[in-house]
C-alpha cells in the first residue's frame, strides 16, 4: 500500500512538473488565453477552439505510415545535407534603384525592400528548428553568419505560422528592438508577446484582412498547413500566405500543400511580378502541408506569378530527399511551362531580373 501511495505521489509531482515546463519553457511560446480565443471566434476559420483549413486535412497518420517514416530515419539515406560549407554573399545596403529587392538568408528567411520599405518574412536565424536546439539537426553549415548589425534598419517583421523553423525564439529576442512592426497571422501574437514584444507593435491578421503601411497593402491569405510549438497546442494560432501591393505585387506561399486556394488567390489579388514559394521539405506522406516542387510550379501559375524565387531548402534537413533536389525538379518544371526562375545563394540580394548560376551543384 505504502509504494503505491508513493508511486501515485511520485507520478502525480512528475505530472506537475511537466505541466509547468510545458507552460514556463520559453523556446515553447505562450498559448492564445481564452480571451484571445473568445476574439477568434469572429473568424471563419476558427471552430470548436481550433484554427481549420478550407479543405479537409487530416495530420495524425496511420500505424503504417508511422513505421514507414521510422524506417527512414533509421536509414543512410545519400545527400541529406551539403558536403561542403553553403557559400554566403556578405549584405551590401542599396544604394540605387526602384525594383523589389530580395535578399535570401536560407530556408524561407528573406529580406524584402520595396518602396522605401524593408521587410523581414519569416526571420529564422537560429541554429535548430526545434524547441531542444542540441537535439537532432541543425542548420547546415555556412562559409558566414548573417550579421543583422549590415542589414538596414528592418520596417516590419512578417511570420507566416508559429512551427520553430519559421518562428524562432533567439531570432525574435535578437530583433525586436529592431523592428518597428510585426504582422502575424491570429494567434502568433501571444507568442512574440510572451518573450517581450511591445503588443502595440503587433498587428494580427485573419485571412483576407489588410493592413495599410506607408503606401504598402499587406493582406493575409490562405494557406494548407497547421501551427503548434508542444505538442498539444495544434492549431492554436492561424497560418497564412501573403500579399505585398505596393508598386509591383509579390506574394509569398509560406507553408502550404497544394490545393485551390492558390487559383482564388490569384483571381482575386494576382497576377503577381514575383512570387516567393516554398519549395522542400516535402513528402507524399505529408503532402497535405507540403508541396511537391511540381506542385511549387502549379501554384506560381494559379497566382499568376511571373518570376518565382524557390525557398523552404537549404537550411535544414527536415524530409528525406536530397537537400538539392527541390531546386532542381523545381527548375525542371519551370523550363517546360517558360517560367523565370530566381535561385539567390544565401544572402545574396538579387531582383526579378537577375541572373542567377546553379551554385548549389558546387557544394552538393
Known sequence: MKKTVATLATLAGLGVLGAVFMTRYPLFGRRPSKTDQQRYAR???FSNGKFQNELPFQLKMEWDTMKSILKDYGRELPSLKPVKPLPVVPFEQRTDGTEPRVTWFGHSAFLLELDQQTI??????????SPFPKLGGGRFQTTAQV???ALPP???????HDHYDHLDYH???????????FIVPLG???RLKGWGVDPARITELDWHESVETNGLRLTATPARHYSGRNGLDQFSTLWASWVIEGSKKIFFSGDSGYGPHFKAIGEQYGPFDLTIM???QYDTRWSSSHMLPEQTLAAHLDVKGDVMIPVHWSAFTLAFHPWFEPVERVLKEAAKHDVPVV?????????ATSQTRKWWREVR
Do not use: H, N, W
Not at 528592418?154 to 507566416?160: A, K, Q
Not at 531570432?171 to 512592426?181: E, I, N, Y
Open 171 to 181: 531570432s525574435v529576442l535578437a530583433l525586436k528592438d529592431r523592428v518597428g512592426q
Open 120 to 129: 523581414f518574412f519569416d526571420p529564422m536565424l537560429g541554429r535548430a528548428p
Open 154 to 160: 528592418i520596417d516590419l517583421v512578417i511570420y507566416s
Open 343 to 351: 535561385t539567390p545563394m544565401i544572402g545574396e540580394s538579387v531582383t
Open 278 to 280: 516554398e519549395c522542400g
Open 188 to 190: 502568433v501574437a501571444s
Open 147 to 149: 550579421d543583422l548589425d
Open 43 to 45: 473568424s471563419a476559420q
